[in-house]
């Protein structure tokens, strides 16, 4: 997955307030995209969300529901872990050149 694809899709508010609203539904029918206003503007927030695998949709008859993805979130998750493990070893550094600066001085 390609990280800036994820955060390109996660930048957008609509986009963020659509996995919002899967996150917190509570039934298939709140899944639903066709009870969300702006159908269309919504299938295409969707695809975008569904090209990034962080989320599903199934259509079953005449109804297409929404799931979360975690695929895209694991992706994203795996990122900000090597990330985070390489500042807080440069900031480890810093702290421990500062500590012998204040030694030294």
Known sequence: MEIARLFQ?????????MLDRLTYARSPSQRSPSR??????????????ED?????T?????VRTCRIEPTG??????WIADH?????????R???LLEESDEDG
Do not use: M, Y
């Open 9 to 17: 899709a996660l930048g957008d508010p609509t986009r963020r307030a």
């Open 36 to 49: 969300w206003n702006h159908a269309h503007a919504v299938a295409q927030h969707l695809q975008v969300l």
């Open 52 to 56: 990034c695998v962080l989320v599903h």
């Open 58 to 62: 199934e259509k079953v008859g005449r």
């Open 73 to 78: 979130f694991d992706a994203l998750e795996q």
């Open 84 to 92: 985070r493990t390489i500042w807080e070893r440069r900031l480890d």
């Open 94 to 96: 810093l702290g421990t």
